[in-house]
């Protein structure tokens, strides 16, 4: 049955190759089960509810990857668009977090349209490619200043703005996993990152019982002096986040920028991870592009669509896909076990649960890293591309909004080009954008 349904024999491979493969991508990305239900816990969805629609989202779309585009690509809520979700929109642009699963919603409606008629690349292209490098490196200087900031290493000042804390017990421990987990990743170890996660975990359970105080880590409300606290393994899954998105509240005008973002970034998120996958695992068709490109993109934009009904940011394609296909997965087998590697977990969130902030803290930072890597494609001594292309990536961690470091890299994007007397290369469709952005800054 399974080679009839993904022609084992034809890519090369077997069932037990496809299987390893699956779990190996499945440990690269297991991260995302904690870390993204922390990170929209801080905008005020649950983190239960937030944690089962994380399971269910990995789970339906890493299917649907699977069985229709035949891809061995895992599909899950995206890092750096969940940061968009949950400190841009919700924190910085002062809406609910229902409204902002709203503008979630009719992104997705809008990229399903795309996605239909295979006009994302269109779209996508006329980006210039130096700032789509650039906004990847950004948001993952902002993934990783995230951690910094949860991890309390970095705080506010009122003279330098920022600054180092103080050490603590609580601290120590989170330097200690940060160590350890970047050690791992550095040994190419897979699953270095849930590895961390636990072991930091289990050093972090020392904290308000052996020495240290946690409380600092938790709301006033609730805050405690032990950061892990054993509630349980086995729970109901927490369906409150579902159909909780407020669709009319989020069609006013001042929420365009923000559909409009999440929608660039999802398509861009997904279009690189599928192309830099092809190319890792020369998974291409006949004219060279990446192989299924369209039905894995109708599979996106559906994951993409479905994840605010069910009560989180954006789904999209993974690079850690990369972990299972360096393991020999070819085909869409490998997408099938990673699903079903994520289900279990809609029982067992109490155990996710123990997980502090200071072990989830080097996870984040490490993703930055691994966000980095376009950085070496833009072209540094060609000052009409760099500048722009700097702009947009140091003003993302910066302002804490990828929206305002898109913005400010359209703008210089255009503005040099045009005094450099290279306006040919500004695409039309990068003129609209030039135009949203200047709306966007002039709003505030």
């Known amino acids: ?82 940061a968009l979700f949950a400190y841009t929109m919700v924190l910085g642009g002062g809406m609910s977090w ?4 709203g503008c979630v919603f009719w992104a997705g409606v809008i990229f399903a349209v795309l996605a ?36 309390k ?32 990743v550095a040994k ?22 052996l020495w240290g105080d946690g409380s600092a880590y938790f709301p006033p409300e609730i805050a405690q002096p032990t950061l892990v606290n054993f509630t349980g393994i086995f729970a109901a899954p927490d369906f409150s986040g579902l159909l909780a998105l407020d669709l009319l509240g989020s069609l006013k005008v001042a929420y365009a920028p923000f559909i409009f973002v999440i929608l660039f970034t999802v398509f861009f998120d997904a279009l690189s991870t599928f192309m ?28 993409a669509l479905v994840s605010a009904p069910l009560g989180t940011s954006p789904a999209n394609a993974y690079i850690e896909s990369a972990a299972g296909i360096s393991q020999g997965g070819r085909t869409g087998l490998v997408a099938v076990v990673v699903a079903l590697c994520f289900l279990p977990f809609l029982f067992l969130a109490p155990l996710l649960s123990l997980v502090p902030s200071i072990a989830t803290a080097p996870a984040l930072i490490l993703v930055g ?24 990536m140091v003003m993302i961690p910066l302002t804490y909004s990828i929206t305002h470091g898109i913005v400010f890299g359209f703008l210089s994007f255009v503005v040099i080009k045009l005094g450099v007397g290279k306006a040919r290369e500004i695409r039309p469709t990068m003129w609209v954008l030039f135009a ?4 966007l800054l002039l709003e505030g």
């Open 1 to 82: 049955m399974l080679e009839r349904l993904f022609s084992l024999r034809a890519e090369g491979t077997t069932t037990r190759t496809e299987v390893l493969a699956g779990i190996a991508t499945f440990m690269a990305s297991m991260y995302i089960i904690v870390v993204n239900p922390g990170i929209l816990s801080a905008a005020g969805v649950p983190f239960s509810a937030a944690l089962t629609a994380t399971v269910l989202v990995s789970f339906f779309g890493s299917l649907m990857m699977g069985l229709y585009a035949r891809n061995p690509i895992l599909v899950a809520p995206g890092m750096g668009i969940n």
């Open 98 to 101: 229902e409204v902002a699963l």
């Open 116 to 151: 239909l008629f295979n006009v994302r690349r269109l779209v996508i292209d006329a980006i210039p490619a130096q700032l789509r490098y650039a906004i990847a490196c950004g948001i993952g200087l902002f993934i990783t200043l995230i951690g910094l900031v949860n991890a």
């Open 153 to 184: 290493l970095i705080v506010s000042n009122p003279v330098t703005v920022v600054s180092v804390a103080p050490m603590t017990p609580s601290l120590i421990v989170f330097l200690l996993g940060l160590a350890l987990t970047a050690i791992l």
């Open 188 to 209: 190419r170890i897979h699953g270095a990152l849930i590895i961390g996660i636990i072991v930091t975990t289990l050093m972090a359970t020392t904290i308000g019982r």
């Open 276 to 303: 830099a996958v092809a190319e890792a695992g020369n998974l291409k068709d006949e004219n060279g592009d990446p192989r299924n490109i369209r039905r894995s993109m109708m599979v996106d934009a559906f994951s």
């Open 369 to 392: 890293v691994f966000m980095m890597e376009p950085i070496g494609k833009i072209h540094w001594h060609q000052f009409d591309d760099a500048i722009p292309a700097f702009i947009a």
């Open 436 to 439: 949203l952005s200047l709306l």
